[in-house]
């Protein structure tokens, strides 16, 4: 069974259009976090939802909003999209019962805006 | 979170051990010093953790040096399939605002030779 899953996994979308990436985790977490890989490489953390709660926004656009229906998913709506949006977006879990405290990733979402 | 300094590339032929550096001279008391690593087109992947010992799983070996500015993940015998960009996060469990934020750097891109 997959723990985090998200969909699609290709989006490729004209400048201006309005996108949803969805994320799924099976493993009974309590917090979900979206990353953003850019073209050079680096992670960045962008949201993190603690029980449908939003608990963490670093300084991103406002075009970009999160939505948790439940604690089991997350999901990344973006409004009026850039070129500078392209990248790979990750969604990832952290269940505060894990003794671990690690996060588990998922796929990640490939978003091309032309 | 306190910053990482870890080369930016590393080689290794298969089956050999590899020793990943990661220097964290500012590291704070409450500091966890962990290890991910994001294979090719994937998300990243928890391998290890730890606080002041040396720590082993299945995956790798994490040895901490002893006033903690610095330390070591040991893959016993790379493979192929360890080739990846392995990341040094520290990450203070505390308490405090991160809510298990994972602040990503650079990392160390290990090339794997057959």
């Known amino acids: 069974d997959t723990a985090v899953s998200q969909t699609p996994k290709y989006l490729v979308t004209q400048m201006g259009n309005d996108k949803s990436i969805k994320c799924e985790q099976n493993?009974?977490?309590?917090?979900m976090y979206w990353y953003k890989q850019d073209s050079k490489k680096f992670l960045k953390i962008m949201f993190s939802?603690?029980?449908?709660?939003?608990?963490i926004n670093e300084t991103v656009p406002n075009r970009f909003s999160p939505k948790s229906p439940d604690k089991a998913h997350l999901n990344l709506h973006i409004n009026s999209l850039e070129l500078g949006d392209s990248a790979v977006y990750f969604c990832a879990s952290r269940g505060l019962a894990d003794s671990r405290d690690t996060q588990y990733f998922g796929p990640g979402t490939r978003l091309t805006v032309l | 979170d306190a910053k990482t300094t870890q080369p930016n590339s590393m080689e290794s032929n298969e089956e050999e051990p590899v020793h990943l550096p990661c220097n964290h001279s500012t590291i704070s008391g409450t500091d966890y010093i962990h290890w991910y690593r994001q294979l090719p087109s994937q998300g990243p992947e928890y391998v290890i953790h730890?606080?002041?010992s040396n720590v082993n799983n299945r995956m790798a070996s994490l040895a901490i040096a002893e006033d903690r500015k610095s330390s070591t993940l040991i893959l016993h015998r790379a493979t192929l399939r360890d080739a990846a960009v392995y990341y040094c996060?520290?990450?203070?469990?505390?308490?405090?605002?991160?809510?298990?934020?994972?602040?990503f750097g650079q990392g160390t891109i290990l090339t794997v030779h057959p």
């Open positions: 493993l009974g977490h309590d917090t």
């Open positions: 996060i520290l990450r203070d469990l505390a308490g405090g605002t991160s809510y298990g934020k994972l602040t």
């Open positions: 939802y603690n029980n449908k709660e939003l608990i």
């Open positions: 730890g606080l002041t």
